[in-house]
């Protein structure tokens, strides 16, 4: 069986000492430097799970990708997502302060090489500028401009489960980022009824709604995908108590 787009690139990216020496560096930045929670290897396997899911159950719901402007296909939707989930947070080997700006400088030369014999002229160039602008377009107050864009700041901020939440928080500091990231369970995305998307949270605390209501919902309502999204969340079982005693000074 011939390989796909997607499995050709997959493969380049899974080969790439480059890619794999920058997802180090950013956590070297992240963790180690900055003692601030993990943007390297682990989460980008997470966000591109999410995202081609994401992608799967919009597109069998006829939502059209941005790459359709460029005369693209499902299969190239497919190739965008997966090198912008590969590629986002590569700018926090430089530093996490403008780390999405500083993703998109790292990308082109990575995204040359990566697509080098994969699409001919103009699709590659097409599929090079959406890969960027949906690496671009997971900045907090970017709007995204494509479906592929939309998807990409909707998984990001869903790696969540078990204390990996989006929000920085410092190792060890009992915050209300801390405690809220500390609750979330399990994070599911299925095929919905109502709408093609629904996610649900599975919390062991309250605290959890903090991730959802401060952070996801703001990225869920700036991504322009809310509309074909339902999301649920859910305590099982007994509540668990997260933090003992808090002080201040």
Do not use: C
Request: glycine content about 6%.
């Amino acid at each position: 069986m011939a390989q796909t787009k997607l499995d050709q690139v997959k493969e380049r990216v899974a080969q790439s000492g480059r890619l794999r020496a920058l997802w180090a560096a950013s956590n070297i930045t992240a963790i180690d430097r900055m003692r601030v929670n993990d943007h390297g290897p682990v989460h980008v396997r997470i966000v591109t799970r999410l995202a081609l899911k994401l992608l799967r159950y919009l597109t069998e719901a006829g939502v059209q990708p941005g790459i359709t402007d460029h005369g693209g296909t499902v299969q190239e939707a497919e190739v965008v997502v997966f090198l912008a989930s590969a590629l986002h947070d590569v700018g926090h080997a430089i530093h996490r302060t403008e780390h999405e700006l500083l993703s998109v400088v790292l990308s082109p030369q990575l995204l040359d090489d990566l697509l080098e014999g994969v699409y001919e002229e103009p699709l590659r160039t097409a599929v090079l500028i959406d890969t960027m602008h949906a690496i671009y377009s997971h900045r907090r107050e970017a709007e995204p401009l494509t479906v592929e864009a939309g998807i990409i700041k909707v998984a990001d901020a869903l790696d969540m489960e078990k204390g990996r939440a989006r929000i920085p928080f410092r190792v060890g500091e009992p915050t209300i980022h801390s405690v809220s990231a500390l609750a979330i369970e399990k994070v599911e995305v299925k095929k919905g009824t109502d709408k093609p998307v629904h996610i649900h949270v599975r919390m062991s605390n309250s605290a959890g709604i903090f991730q959802l209501d401060s952070l996801f919902k703001e990225k869920l309502n700036r991504s322009g995908l809310a509309r074909y999204i339902d999301v649920s969340a859910e305590i099982e079982g007994e509540e668990t108590k997260i933090i003992e005693r808090y002080a201040i000074g």
